[in-house]
């Protein structure tokens, strides 16, 4: 079983849709990031948790400690957000290297 | 703009060839990283660093060698390229707080 789970695999939603993919890991956690990479593009990270929730235009983080679990949520969803969204956690036991989530497929249509 | 820059940004190799992949961060990051990223495989670790004149090997080291000589460059180098080292190769830094950064890629062909 892969120490971050992400679901679901791929999401498709139409332009305005509100979104919502989850990520649940096994492991104990300093940070767990929210990465973005567009279809041929690079790596961008949207958001940093230890706690808590951040926000960031439409685009919400949450993380929940004790379950282990966070969501990104993506509000007023647009085109432009279709994207492989991945969740990755500093574990604690070895706090150098990410552990990358498998990813989620995201399209949004019009 | 600080950042993590890669170079070159793409690069097609004949088998046997070598070549060394730049990445350079301007943000005094102790960690620095590189992975592959192949269709269906998701990222994964080569190398990394954990501090200037320190390396260590991550999933898939197999085929190459990087080196740390100054904090801000990670140099990964490829001795004879092999066609299943076609991959697009990322380079990334982390920062004291976790914050992570990666640079646009490296596309590499090998023929």
């Known amino acids: 079983k892969n120490e971050v789970e992400q679901s679901p695999q791929n999401l498709t939603a139409q332009e305005g849709e509100f979104i919502t993919i989850n990520c649940s890991y096994s492991?104990?956690?300093?940070?767990l990031h929210w990465l973005q990479q567009h279809p041929g593009g690079g790596i961008v990270s949207l958001f940093m948790l230890s706690s808590g929730k951040k926000k960031h235009g439409r685009l919400i983080a949450t993380i929940n400690i004790q379950e282990k679990h966070s969501s990104l949520h993506i509000t007023a969803s647009h085109p432009r957000d279709s994207a492989v969204y991945i969740c990755a956690v500093f574990n604690t036991g070895t706090a150098s290297k990410l552990t990358f989530g498998t990813g989620t497929r995201l399209q949004v249509t019009l | 703009n600080a950042g993590v820059t890669q170079t070159p940004k793409f690069r097609v190799l004949k088998t046997g060839q070598s070549m060394t992949l730049l990445c350079a961060q301007d943000m005094n990051h102790e960690y620095m990283y590189w992975y592959r990223q192949d269709p269906g495989m998701g990222l994964r670790l080569i190398h990394y660093?954990?501090?200037?004149?320190?390396?260590a090997k991550g999933e898939v080291p197999d085929g190459y060698n990087v080196s740390r000589l100054k904090k801000q460059n990670f140099l990964l180098g490829l001795e004879s390229a092999a066609p299943s080292q076609t991959s697009v190769y990322f380079c990334?830094?982390?920062?004291?707080?976790?914050?992570?950064?990666f640079g646009s890629g490296t596309r590499l062909t090998v023929v």
């Open positions: 660093s954990v501090g200037e004149g320190t390396t």
């Open positions: 990334a830094s982390r920062g004291a707080n976790y914050g992570y950064t």
């Open positions: 492991v104990g956690i300093s940070a």
